[in-house]
C-alpha cells in the first residue's frame, strides 16, 4: 500500500460535497479519525483499520447515528 491512507484528504471532500449538494447525509471520518490521537488506525500494509481504528470509526458512527436520530439509546423502546 503507497502513502498515508489518512494524508489526502482532497477525494473525501469531493465525496462530501458531492453527496451534501445532493442532500444526502454523509459522515467524512477523516477529520475525526486524524483528531482521535489513536494509532496506529490502520496496517500499512493493506489499509485496513485495526482493532483500535474499528472501535474509532464505530464510535463516530454511533454518535452520527444518535445525533440524527437514527439510533435509539440502549435499553429503550
Same mark, same amino acid.
Given at each position: ?8 484528504? /482532497?477525494?473525501? +471532500?469531493? &465525496?462530501?460535497? %458531492?453527496?451534501? +449538494? /445532493? ?6 471520518? &477523516? $477529520? ?8 496506529? &488506525?490502520?496496517? $500499512? ?6 482493532? #483500535?481504528?474499528?472501535? %474509532?470509526?464505530? +464510535? ?5 447515528? #444518535?445525533?440524527?436520530?437514527?439510533? /435509539? ?5
Amino acid at each position: 500500500m503507497r502513502g498515508d491512507v489518512l494524508g489526502s484528504a /482532497r477525494s473525501f +471532500e469531493v &465525496l462530501e460535497g %458531492v453527496l451534501v +449538494e /445532493r442532500k444526502i447525509p454523509v459522515l467524512n471520518l &477523516l $477529520p475525526l479519525l486524524r483528531a482521535s490521537g489513536v494509532r496506529p &488506525l490502520y496496517f $500499512p500494509f493493506n489499509g485496513h483499520y485495526t482493532a #483500535a481504528g474499528h472501535r %474509532v470509526v464505530g +464510535e463516530q458512527i454511533a454518535r452520527y447515528l #444518535a445525533s440524527g436520530g437514527w439510533l /435509539r439509546a440502549r435499553g429503550r423502546p
